[in-house]
């Protein structure tokens, strides 16, 4: 009797690990589909510097199949990851309520200033977070400052209201409705560069915030346990290459020409 008790346990275990193993074959992965050149919807696919970043180390830590999602707003992909439809989302900033759902890839493979935003002419002097105090600010919802002094200083001390995505807030500051929009800088650069509003708005010189953007896997994926440990060693090697700004580069590039000429296929990952 323990003898067939101790050979059914080692079978189970055999057949566990078989099994997720060919869970973790494939991996579903989504981000920001407006945050260029780091991730946004070209030509109806998610790409960019994190989607091709994320499909080397995932495939670096064994992943044979990286399976990308694409949602119409960062709300949505957050929410998506939370209930376990996607098993990886790029481009997390960190938050103890976003750590209730998703697993973070440490070490951070980038980071992102958030930038204010401004209708030309009425900038401000930025030289402490108490500037921002008696304006009205506006921020897309899913927006972050995670548990910083900032994060804090937004929660307890700014008129800070928030709109669906970075577009309604756009629209509310040119219509007067807000003194300043935040976003982190990928968001805003994709924002202004393609409604083309160079002349209607400026960046504040100065920052308040800076984030670090990590991969992170929902708490519900079956993959998390196995693959963590993996891709970080990867994340660790990519950042040594410095591998996220190179491709920056060769996204910056596609999405600056996209803008301007007929919609073509999107380039292959390098690896």
């Avoid at 990851?81 to 759902?101: C, H, N, P, Q």
């Avoid at 401000?124 to 921020?139: E, H, M, T, W």
């Avoid at 650069?189 to 308040?208: A, C, N, Q």
Wanted: glycine letters at 6%.
């Amino acid at each position: 009797m323990k003898k067939f008790t101790f050979i059914s346990a080692i079978a189970s275990v055999l057949i566990t690990g078989s099994v997720q193993a060919q869970v973790c074959d494939s991996v579903t992965v989504t981000g920001p589909p407006s945050g260029a050149p780091s991730s946004w919807v070209y030509n109806g696919a998610l790409v960019g510097a994190s989607v091709e970043l994320a499909q080397m180390t995932l495939r670096a830590a064994g992943v044979k199949k990286v399976d990308i999602k694409m949602f119409s707003s960062w709300p949505e992909a957050l929410e998506a990851t939370r209930r376990g439809d996607v098993d990886l989302i790029l481009s997390a900033g960190w938050s103890s309520e976003r750590a209730r759902y998703l697993t973070y890839v440490y070490p951070a493979y980038a980071y992102q200033f958030l930038q204010v935003i401004v209708r030309k002419g009425t900038g401000f002097p930025l030289n402490s977070y108490a500037d921002l105090k008696g304006r009205v600010g506006v921020a897309g919802r899913g927006e972050t400052y995670g548990d910083s002094t900032f994060g804090l200083f937004v929660e307890k001390e700014l008129q800070l209201e928030r709109s669906p995505n970075l577009s309604a807030s756009i629209d509310r500051l040119l219509a007067g409705n807000a003194d300043y929009v935040l976003a982190y800088e990928n968001s805003a650069y994709s924002e202004i560069y393609t409604r083309d509003l160079g002349d209607k708005v400026h960046i504040l010189p100065t920052y308040p915030f800076r984030a670090d953007t990590f991969f992170a896997f929902s708490k519900r994926s079956r993959c998390a346990n196995a693959l963590i440990p993996k891709l970080e060693l990867e994340v660790v090697k990519a950042n040594k290459r410095n591998e996220f700004y190179l491709l920056t580069k060769k996204y910056r590039t596609l999405f600056n020409e996209s803008q301007n000429a007929p919609a073509v296929t999107p380039p292959k990952p390098s690896r």
